[in-house]
């Protein structure tokens, strides 16, 4: 472990701003020595999030964890993926936090503060990076393609019942008021053009889940589009609570001090960030409920298998050179409880003082 030895820091005015595109983050942390390239073959299925596990459980502390990148992924079956997989790259660390926040760690607090009551509404562009490559059609459906096609990691093999996309933002618009949500919420593979989503239905829930609801009683299918991978400043909006009625993508706007460019989804009328390694479209049931779960959470408990909701694929879009971000959750502490512990911490701490 002696690459990893040293302590890198971020301090104020060695940085531009926070990067508007994953893949420049990525940049930042490998320029700050905090991003570790793993070229070996590594199994997704069995393989990639242990060994990137193992550094919150096996005793480094954490100024010593990494953001790895996986860039030769096979799968168990032995397949072979042309995406590298990104882990631990969104907060593996404080300090890989606040590289995507592009401030020091003691400035997040108010950062988050200012962006809440200072949105700055998006941008839309007709030509987005996340659409370079368009999958539709029949191409959605059969062995190896659709989501089959995705390097998606099995996150606890041995437990998950199928691969799971974790760095999402789950994008829907209330029928009401046409105000967009972005929330952060797990999607199980269910088949090449079909994923299972669970969207917090807990008590008062969670936007997307206000928004099912409404669907619901309408009866009719509520478009859906999941980023995967995109400014880290607006994939740290999914998380946070934010009000149901509060478009995220201004309050990231709001953290990089300017618009940030958002384009419309090709067959969902829903806008998404135009950045984003890739984007998968679709049409969630607003009746049929499936099995999905278990799965471990933020806190360290495992919810356990429930009825959550059924996506049907429409489109998947992506970069022409995309990385797959994925998060470590789970047993505490890890990457997802660092999420919420270096950017709520604070708030919470100010609301009750």
Same mark, same amino acid.
């Given at each position: 472990m002696d690459e990893i030895a040293s302590k890198p820091r971020l301090v104020a005015g060695d940085n531009a701003g926070p990067p508007l595109d994953f893949q420049a983050h990525l940049a930042a942390l490998d320029a700050r020595g905090l991003l570790l390239r793993i070229d070996r073959a590594i199994? =997704?299925? +069995?393989?990639?999030? #242990?060994?990137?596990?193992?550094?919150?459980?096996?005793?480094? $502390?954490?100024?010593?964890?990494? !953001?790895?990148?996986?860039?030769n992924v096979v799968d168990a079956q032995g397949r072979r993926y042309d995406i590298p997989v990104a882990v631990g790259a969104l907060a593996a660390s404080a300090q890989i936090y606040a590289v995507g926040m592009g401030?020091?760690?003691?400035?997040?607090e108010t950062a988050w503060l200012k962006a809440l009551v200072n949105p700055i509404a998006p941008t839309r562009i %007709? %030509?987005?990076?996340? /659409?370079? *490559? *368009? *999958?539709?059609?029949?191409?959605?459906?059969?062995?190896? =393609?659709?989501? !089959? $096609?995705? #390097?998606v990691p099995v996150s606890t093999p041995g437990f998950d019942a199928a691969p799971y996309l974790t760095a999402t933002l789950c994008i829907t618009r209330d029928p009401d008021t046409g105000v967009q949500n972005m929330g952060t919420y797990r999607a199980a593979l269910k088949a090449t053009n079909r994923l299972g989503v669970r969207m917090a239905s807990r008590i008062g829930g969670a936007g997307g889940y206000v928004h099912w609801r409404k669907y619901n009683k309408r009866g009719t299918p509520m478009p859906c589009a999941i980023a995967v991978g995109c400014a880290p400043i607006a994939m740290f909006t999914g998380g946070m609570k934010l009000p149901i009625d509060l478009d995220e993508m201004a309050v990231a706007g709001a953290l990089a001090g300017r618009s940030i460019q958002v384009a419309k989804a090709v067959t969902v009328d829903l806008d998404v960030p135009a950045d984003a390694e890739l984007v998968i479209e679709g049409l969630i049931d607003p009746e049929l409920l499936e099995p999905e779960g278990p799965f471990g959470e933020s806190h360290g408990h495992v919810a356990l298998e429930d009825f959550n909701m059924s996506m049907l694929v429409t489109a998947i879009t992506r970069k022409r050179s995309p990385v797959l971000v994925s998060i470590?959750? /789970? *047993? %505490?502490?890890?990457?997802? +409880?660092?999420? =919420?512990?270096? !950017?709520?911490? #604070?708030l919470f701490l100010t609301h009750l003082r």
């Open positions: 199994d =997704k299925d +069995s393989q990639l999030h #242990p060994l990137v596990r193992w550094q919150f459980q096996g005793g480094l $502390a954490e100024d010593q964890r990494r !953001a790895f990148l996986f860039t401030r020091p760690v003691e400035e997040i %007709t %030509t987005p990076p996340c /659409q370079e *490559v *368009v *999958v539709t059609g029949r191409e959605l459906v059969g062995p190896g =393609k659709g989501l !089959a $096609a995705l #390097p470590i959750s /789970q *047993v %505490t502490p890890s990457e997802s +409880s660092v999420l =919420k512990r270096v !950017a709520m911490e #604070p």
